[in-house]
């Protein structure tokens, strides 16, 4: 992966500024405009890793199954499969007819309940 600092460095050398003719106010422009892209591209790499450090940080969180859940939840397990089958259910995932969880979404899900926004019963009946 090329460094955007390799690339401004190659341009440089490519057009060779310290050979060319110019006044060093046209020097001190071309730099303020490569600056200026190099801050651009830092940003961009930024909300790369922001992104990608959000990505791993949820890989890390491990699932929970039915049972584990339904405890989370102060239910039982009849109950949270009921919950399923409501319009707003719990966040979850199926891998091979079973039914993962993760704790942050359900905790997210679970306040939404408390503040009244779905439509259908609270979960901590």
């Known amino acids: ?7 401004i460095l190659t341009r440089a050398n ?5 050979a060319r003719q110019g006044s060093v106010q046209d020097i001190g422009s071309e730099i303020n405009a490569r600056v200026a892209d190099l801050i ?13 450090a959000a990505e791993a940080a949820a890989m ?7 049972p584990e859940a339904a405890k989370f ?3 039982c397990t009849k109950t949270l499969e009921g919950r399923l089958k409501m319009k707003n259910p719990p966040p979850h995932y199926i ?7 993760l704790r942050s979404e359900l905790r997210s899900w679970r306040r939404q309940w408390r503040s009244g926004n779905p439509a259908d019963s609270d979960p901590a009946e």
Do not use: C, H, W, Y
């Not at 890390?60 to 039915?66: H, L, V």
């Open 95 to 101: 891998d091979g007819g079973k039914l993962n969880f």
């Open 73 to 75: 939840l102060n239910m």
């Open 40 to 52: 651009k591209t830092i940003d961009q790499a930024r909300q790369l890793v922001s992104a990608k």
């Open 14 to 18: 490519s057009e060779n500024i310290g």
């Open 1 to 7: 992966m090329t460094r955007p600092i390799d690339l």
């Open 60 to 66: 890390a969180e491990p699932f929970i199954g039915k």
